[in-house]
Nanobody
């Protein structure tokens, strides 16, 4: 079993910052890509950012220059630093990890989500 637990969401004013964390635990052999999606109210889930196990990153156009994804492979943790937040960033943020687990092989695992609300 592999679990992902997010933390760091909350309420912030326009222009503010938040840092999300997501820690993976369990019978992990190796983690490939980790990343973040978000689901705004009434909308579909959308990709925010991804990071490979070698540090290569990819961002949605809407967050480039404002958000930074990073990871600590020693802690199986991915982070999302969000700066210059806008009301349009309001969403539930979900982390994911593509994991080689010891007993069940390769699969994608998801966190339960953390709410980010940006007030105007």
């Amino acid at each position: 079993q592999v679990q992902l637990v997010e933390s760091g969401g909350g309420l912030v004013q326009t222009g503010g910052s938040l840092r999300l964390s997501c820690a993976a635990s369990g019978s992990i052999f190796k983690i490939n890509v980790m990343g973040w999606y978000r689901q705004p109210p009434g909308n579909q889930r959308e990709l925010v950012a991804t990071i490979s196990n070698t540090g290569s990153t990819n961002y949605a156009d809407s967050v480039k220059g404002r958000f930074t994804i990073s990871r600590d492979n020693t802690k199986n943790t991915v982070y999302l630093q969000m700066n210059s937040l806008q009301p349009g960033d309001t969403a539930v943020y979900y982390c994911y990890a593509d994991v080689w687990a010891v007993t069940v092989g390769f699969d994608r695992y998801w966190g339960r989500g953390t709410q980010v609300t940006v007030s105007s």
